[in-house]
């Protein structure tokens, strides 16, 4: 570690009663002036240049207090567990970025991994029909779909229009972003809203869900005063609008 810049001895400054030394001793006034302003910006010149840090500073519980690590890096915490800004905690370009070997941020001194908040993402998806017998394909007028995910749940809206599908069996809406969990009967129902016809039986209402370890919704029809819904069918055209969340 270099040594700061020592202050230079000043002169000697000669007895005076009046305050005004400025006046009496113009020059010396000046010399011992700007010798402390140069003093000062050596200093400051010193300090910024980093030159009394030549090595990372750590701080830890239950040790020393400092040690050396890798260079470039802030470190707190204990031994191994220690933040490194390289790969665990970093602050670049205006974000502060948890790295991928961290586990995520737990809150009021939870210590469970499953609280541990790990994930959050928003994007973009396509969303298309298919048919559950054959896939078949359509004329799409609007294909747009928005999520957002937090920790383990996924967040999404999506508008779809389509004309002339081909395709065969019971519909269904595919391109969520990601798989639904594979939990037993962890089903996530889904709202839909009908902008322009979309062929069912007379009298039924058209419902969804997200199925179980898969990235799309099943759509399904059921009677008023029923509870027995059945496999929409493909509709060769229609327009959906829909909004719901899942379990990954």
Do not use: C
Request: zero cysteines.
């Amino acid at each position: 570690m270099s040594s700061p810049p020592v202050i230079s001895a000043l002169p000697a400054v000669p007895a005076t009663s009046d305050p005004n030394f400025e006046t009496l001793a113009p020059a010396l006034f000046s010399a011992i002036k700007n010798s402390f302003i140069g003093e000062v910006n050596a200093v400051a010149s010193w300090i910024n240049a980093g030159s009394w840090l030549t090595t990372p500073l750590a701080v830890s519980s239950g040790g020393t207090g400092a040690s050396t690590f890798s260079s470039g890096r802030l470190l707190y915490g204990n031994g191994t567990s220690a933040i490194q800004s390289s790969s665990d905690l970093a602050f670049t370009s205006n974000y502060l970025r948890l790295g991928a070997g961290s586990a995520g941020i737990q809150f009021n001194g939870d210590t469970a991994a499953a609280n541990a908040l790990n994930d959050y993402e928003k994007g973009t998806f396509t969303p298309a029909i298919q048919g559950s017998t054959s896939a078949g394909s359509a004329t799409y007028s609007v294909q747009n779909g928005f999520y957002t995910k937090i920790g383990d749940r996924v967040y999404f809206q999506a508008y779809v229009s389509w004309s002339g599908h081909t395709g065969t069996g019971n519909m269904q809406i595919t391109g969520l972003p990601f798989a639904s969990n594979s939990a037993s009967n962890s089903f996530s129902p889904v709202t839909i809203y009908i902008d322009s016809a979309v062929s069912l039986n007379a009298s039924n209402m058209l419902q969804g869900f997200v199925n179980i370890n898969t990235a799309f919704i099943v759509l399904t029809e059921v009677a008023l005063g029923s509870s027995n819904p059945v496999g929409a069918a493909v509709s060769a055209a229609g327009s959906l609008m829909l909004r719901g969340h899942y379990f990954v």
